[in-house]
Nanobody, 124 residues
């Protein structure tokens, strides 16, 4: 497993932007597929975006496609989620997760490492 710590959450007005970061510790980070998930109050956790171990393949949930961008820097053991054109319905706790299989999976069962989350609040 890798240890993951998210940062960059906060309060932003609708239409604004935030960049989330997820710092990983562990020598195997570069072999991990990485994902971002989110959970809003009263709702189940849902997939947001994922990136393969090399960064060559990315996947997005339909409702964030074109607005969010996932990227990674293996030299810095960090994965990012750039969020633009934020909407109130993007309000949630955002979690970073690691998949030892290396693939950009959409299912949370593929991930064995999770951060504690960072709160994103979008006001209207």
């Amino acid at each position: 497993q890798v240890q993951l710590v998210e940062s960059g959450g906060g309060v932003v007005q609708a239409g604004g932007s935030l960049r989330l970061s997820c710092a990983a510790s562990g020598r195997t980070f570069s072999s991990y597929g990485m994902g971002w998930f989110r959970q809003a109050p009263g709702k189940e956790r849902e997939f947001v975006a994922a990136i393969s171990w090399s960064g060559a393949i990315t996947k997005y949930a339909d409702d964030v496609k074109g607005r969010f961008t996932i990227s990674r820097d293996n030299a810095k053991n960090t994965v990012y989620l750039q969020m633009n054109s934020l909407k109130p319905e993007d309000t949630a706790v955002y979690y970073c997760a690691g998949n030892p299989g290396g693939a950009p999976g959409r299912l949370d069962v593929s991930y064995d490492s999770w951060g504690r989350g960072t709160q994103v609040t979008v006001s209207s």
